[in-house]
């Protein structure tokens, strides 16, 4: 179980640091009415982060 935790932390912990530096380097802002929106580059973004996560440190 706590390996299960740590992996869920980690990940949780690099999607939040890929979406802040996105937004830092300018690839992803928020709308102007505040609410979400799609945007491709951070869905690339977190998906290579989750992958390269997942090759480093397998599930299981």
Not at 32 to 49: E, M, N, Q, T, Y
Request: glycine fraction near 10%; proline fraction near 5%; charge should be positive.
């Amino acid at each position: 179980m706590h390996f299960d935790l740590a992996h869920a932390l980690v990940a949780g912990l690099l999607i939040l640091a890929t979406l802040f530096g996105m937004q830092w380097l300018g690839f992803y802002t928020a709308r102007k009415d505040g609410g979400p929106r799609w945007s491709w580059p951070l869905f690339l973004a977190i998906f290579v982060v989750m992958t390269v996560l997942n090759l480093v440190w397998p599930y299981g």
